[in-house]
């Protein structure tokens, strides 16, 4: 097995124990493998391994990149998905709604606005999550957890929208059970209003086993598989 190889089977094997032991099955979780900062070769790789869920966060690498996968992977029948996971800029929605199945980092009214023209031409529903922000800084991105269910709202009336949930980063400057503890307590307020919206978006390299613990179910997990980035 290759060292990539390793590194994916060691990670499911950690986010299976860490189901176990919070009670939950494993088939609960999605893992999302980040893969910017390496080449189109190394998804492809990953693709073989199994994996079918990748995560890019700045459109003008992840728009080429989804390009280039698909070139090398022409022939070959794989069903994956891109989910973007980083702050995307309002002129940039359409781009990466070309490639992106999902979006993880709706955190502002004008980047709705984006997305709701964006899709107002699509048949078939966009996924998203809401970003939460974490932190006392109201000019971080993300909505703070006091406005999401209002916002939530605004996503919920658009018909070709599908509210998976929300979504959060844990603070590097104090362990990270406070902030998952603040976005499943948020996750709870929100399928008060949207049932079906139970979906959370939490848990990266550092992170992801507290994250299960607190009921994540989209981890965004990079360097623990694709090790040291080459930017």
């Given amino acids: 097995m290759s060292s990539l190889g390793q590194r994916l089977a060691e990670v499911e094997s950690r986010i299976s124990i860490a189901a176990a032991s919070a009670g939950r099955d494993r088939s609960e979780i999605e893992l999302i493998v980040v893969s910017k900062n390496h080449p189109a070769q190394l998804v492809v790789e990953l ?5 079918r869920a990748f995560g890019e966060n700045r459109d003008q690498e992840a ?9 090398l992977v022409a022939s070959k029948d794989f069903d994956y998905k891109w989910h973007f ?8 929605v359409r781009s990466a709604l070309s490639y992106s199945s999902v979006i993880h980092s709706v955190d502002r009214q004008s980047l709705l606005d984006a997305i709701i023209k964006a899709v107002a031409e699509r048949s078939d529903p966009l996924d998203l999550f809401i970003q939460l922000n974490l932190t006392d800084d109201p000019g971080r991105g993300g909505i703070e957890p006091k406005h999401l269910e209002p916002f939530a709202e605004q996503v919920l009336a658009i018909k070709n929208l599908n509210l998976l949930g929300v979504m959060g980063v844990a603070s590097l400057e104090r362990a990270p059970e406070v902030d998952f503890e603040t976005i499943t307590k948020a996750s709870e307020a929100l399928t008060r209003i949207a049932p079906t919206a139970k979906f959370i978006s939490a848990g990266m390299s550092e992170d ?18 694709t090790g040291k980035r080459q930017n």
Avoid: C, M, Y
């Fill in 47 to 51: 693709l073989n391994l199994g994996v």
């Fill in 85 to 92: 996971i980083g702050q995307l800029q309002s002129n940039k």
């Fill in 63 to 71: 728009k080429p990149k989804a390009a280039q996968v698909a070139e």
């Fill in 208 to 225: 992801f086993e507290a994250a299960i613990s607190f009921g994540a179910t989209h981890l965004r997990v990079g360097s623990a598989i």
